[in-house]
């Protein structure tokens, strides 16, 4: 099972907008509505940002978004604030023997 | 509030295995499915296998089997994740995370194993 492609890099000013794409195949990203991301800044562990493609956990800003279409699935963060500057990684469910399937993660700079 | 409080760090030599601990609290083992994520020193995310609760048994991910073994000991609401024969590419830092249906939603704060001889 291949990774999950990611653009290595996006930016913003600050109030700005960025949107991370996160393209599979039909038998993960197309095939099911699975798809997460997580926030992972410099040392620490991962933190889950969206769920189930569009869903947000309680605490996460509104500012995150999600979306998919066919086998991309993206991730929007509006009002770009110095905090929201760290690595990026999406995941896909393909099938009862890849759970999950990370993207190559895109590292996200606020200018 | 699920916490999940990891071993510390490992050094050992090609060949050896290593037992990562991932400790629980605010819940108890039995009601979360535990997962185990890689992160190669500045590279993405890798997930090893963990609990399916569908069929009751652990999965692990194709490039592991055989190598890899997740336990847990619900008398001390501990995860385990052994890897042997270890080589310099498991170099990593190793992460238990709990699954929610497939998301994974709380993260220990990750166990770097160092494989060097």
């Known amino acids: 099972q291949s990774a999950l492609t990611q653009p290595p890099s996006a930016s913003g000013s600050p109030g700005q907008s960025v949107t991370i794409s996160c393209t599979g195949t039909?038998?993960?990203?197309?095939?099911?509505?699975?798809v997460s991301w997580y926030q992972q800044h410099p040392g620490k562990a991962p933190k889950l940002m969206i769920y189930?493609?569009?869903k947000r956990p309680s605490g996460v800003p509104d500012r995150f978004s999600g979306s998919k279409s066919g086998n991309t699935a993206s991730l929007t963060v509006s009002g770009l604030q110095a905090e929201d500057e760290a690595d990026y990684y999406c995941?896909?469910?393909?099938?009862?023997?890849?759970?999950?399937?990370f993207g190559t993660g895109t590292k996200v700079t606020v200018l | 509030q699920v916490q999940l409080v990891q071993s510390g760090a490992e050094v050992k030599k090609p060949g050896a295995s290593v037992k990562v601990s991932c400790k629980v609290s605010?819940?108890?083992?039995?009601?979360?499915?535990m997962h185990w994520v890689r992160q190669a020193p500045g590279k993405g995310l890798e997930w090893m296998g963990g609990?399916?609760?569908?069929?009751?048994?652990?999965i692990y991910a194709q490039k592991f089997q055989g190598r890899v073994t997740m336990t847990e000991d619900t008398s001390t609401d501990t995860a385990y994740m052994e890897l042997s024969s270890l080589r310099s590419e498991d170099t990593a830092v190793y992460y238990c995370?709990?699954?929610?249906?497939?998301?994974?939603?709380?993260w220990g704060q990750g166990t770097l194993v160092t494989v060097s001889s």
């Open positions: 189930e493609v569009s």
């Open positions: 605010g819940y108890t083992l039995t009601e979360l499915s």
């Open positions: 609990f399916d609760p569908e069929d009751g048994e652990t």
């Open positions: 995941s896909s469910y393909a099938g009862s023997n890849n759970r999950y399937v």
């Open positions: 039909s038998s993960d990203v197309g095939g099911y509505n699975y």
């Open positions: 995370a709990t699954d929610n249906w497939n998301y994974l939603v709380y």
